[in-house]
């Protein structure tokens, strides 16, 4: 049982391929911080964002505020004081600071120097989602805010779903990326079969981000879903920075994408829907949150159909932690090593590209 | 609910301020290496103080030995060993050291050099602590022990306690040298009231640490003291090199510190006293033993006073635990963030000072 | 109880002296990478030698394959994907790979560079263990497979065993290069006395490794033999590149040793014998597995010497685990220190030195 003699590979030279350190944060965008019901009104929450530690706080008239997470006295967390009268109070040595950052008052000291102060963050709340801009405020323009209106469409039933990865937050980013794992990460919890491998994703570059796009052809339904008759999928999502996934994925009888040639079929061969938004909030090289929402048409969400879908796409993802969780290790005990980006990886070299990009600018 | 455009405090350049890294251990100085009776007759402990591993050892006279917890052979702990005849045996190899720390028998070695031999360390056991000199053991003066007297007076009784805060020695130093943190984070536990900061203590430098005194009028009694009258409480302590608190708070009837000009009343119109005697002790830069006893003068001393002080002074000093845990979370979060000292931490800035300078000297 | 006069020992001066720093691993070797049951037939298994993710696999035909656990595309461990007809499919993308290393399919991908494939290492199944070169492929010579024939001999009754220490893999080697430590360290479970410590072993220096021999005379007998009559022990092994200890134990009635004049008695005195194999094997630079086989000659295998042998030998690897742990935290706590070899040493010396010629060639 002597093998010493196969070894056709001694280890290649590598000299291209992409590198599989730690990337940067994106700045200059908005981060999802929370959903808008982890702060409810007259608290306070504390949240760290690419290593920054961020207090989200609610005002009693529900506006949100997001202002740094450390008294600038002793680099306390703000988020241990109180609140009082819409006033935060730092639970150290009661330095009390307006929701601007301005300090209104310190114990026992007459005068406070304005430069005594707590920095604040540009935050807006919306679609279930408060976003908090990282960068530089001048730039913090609401329009950059990906649409995740599917969130809290009227016509959707959505539940809520939250993990923490302790990985760096590229690697996430590229398992959503590139949906051929489906097939093999995924094939009991979602079913996905080989297809999602074997076919190619149109990928469309972004202003800030990338556009995915695919027809799958005569499927298994979904497992969430009635298994009546084998369908066709056509998935679609877009990848925005830092981290955002906005996906509708639309099933069809089986042949319906080839009697419309592979164009968007009209409305009325519809036979369901489901939708997802997703959020992907580095907290630091090694822990990044993820936040995702499994969405279903409120006119075909039986309480059946909402449940089954929320709990198999969260097993599907416990399936992704143990990969990505892996995945990390090697790296991490790999220092040199590239990777080495196939044609599937288009859309990760293309937002792995935007990143490096956006930080060396 | 958008506030994108509040942003009136973009992060404040900080050209001034205290820095918030890791401070260097104090040298040459008497550290308390642990309580008197965690040592027994003829049994070792071993200890780390300000990284430097030391055994503990009791003679069987009771007279105690502190020397390097590291066999100078194969860098094994000492406190793994043996008690011989009063010496040492390292549970390793076998080497055997007398108390002054010279081998007197390596198993199967003829003759074992000079060289080959371990550090001891200047040592006193003193008011139920045990204190050793880490540092030049030429400048070791017992006379530079801090005076805990009230440790292990007969007029006082006494209770220990202990724990293990896992940030770097410096918080906890800042902690106890502004006690203006009482009205915000001990206001259950010690029932401490905004005076403690909105008022302003007279801060004293000594040649070894700084002195804080103040007065505090018109007060509800201490939580563990009879709910009868309001008090006035003059406060004082020492805070000594490395990290030592000699206290004591003494009650009168309310108004008597006007009656007296702020002066020291006559004994005679004290109503109680409590006192407390405190050791901060690195172990590393994020591990820090702290060794506390509460005191009450025997007179005073109902079995209720005295545990209801140890209860409520161990649950204060858990509260303070919570927030330098978070406190040093964030700081290691945000390495170039400056502190900003208020007039309250004058006592913070001489002693850091006092630090920086011996460091450097 | 001072004792602050008695420092007769300042801090030594130590200018010669071995480093205690971690040791790199040794390259061009045979590395024990697993028992031999511990992969089945059809299966696989993740370990990590010297830093490197190893897949360890079974083809059906029983024959062992090692190549990097590690996809070239994605850098997931194989070890998650799954074998497919004789093949490794990788489970996050599917990329599928001969046991050559190459890559025979990739899902959707017409053409795979041949760039794309994974390092296979020299690997060889001999005597219950897998064996795995980590090093230059054309330098991996089975013939420097160290010989531990005892492991599966048909004369011999063997109890494998296994832990992990979260050392560096030279304590390890050093603790097993110096039987001294069996008067100290295992006094209880192998009831070594004090003639470990106090007689010298013969050490002869090896190719690639030392050989360590000594007789021990009178000794009562091993805790697992019939306790009938005291016995000369002849113990002999050789500590082997890049950590295999390959051990006989030749026990004699007491006086035989003297009788043959310290040579090897004729086999007929031998009363009983005992051996033992070993591997330690880093993982990384705090991790290291060790393997251990306790072997009792088949003539004297009743059930109950084999266990008990094997508990006595287990429990004393978990006493040398205690130690190994402890004089871990203290190198770590004491970067500058030297350790200082006595003449026990001369195995770990002549070891270490190997180690570090061959990582500097």
Redesign the interface.
Known sequence: ????G???????A?TRGVS?QDMPYFRDCWYVADWSDSVAADTMVGR?IA???VLLYRKGD?????MA??C??????LS??AIEDGHI??????AKFA????CVE????AK?PA????????????HRWIWV?VGD?QK???ALIPDAGMNDSPDMVVRQGEMTHEVNHILVS?NLL?F??L???HPKSFGAG?DW????ATVTELPRGVRVERWLLDQPPWPFLPQTMRIDIFNTYDYLWPGVLILAGRNYPAGTADRFDGKLPPQEHLLSMGAACQAVTPV?ARTTRYLFASITPRADATEEVVQRRHAVTTAAFEEDK??LH??Q???D??PG?K??????DRATVLFRRQLAEQSAA
């Open positions: 049982m002597m093998n010493a196969t070894v056709s590979n001694p280890a290649p590598r599989a760290t290593e920054e530690p529900g506006a949100i505020v997001a997470d450390r600038c006295h002793r680099l306390a967390p241990l004081g109070r730092c639970g150290y040595h009661g929701t601007t950052g301005a310190f114990p026992g000291i406070v430069s005594f102060c707590i920095k604040t963050y540009p935050v807006v709340e919306r801009w405020p913090a323009d609401p590229d590139d051929s794992h097939a093999y990460v080989a491998a074997d076919t190619r630091d143990v990969m892996a995945q290790r090697i790296i005990l790999s090593e990777m080495m980006p196939m044609a599937h």
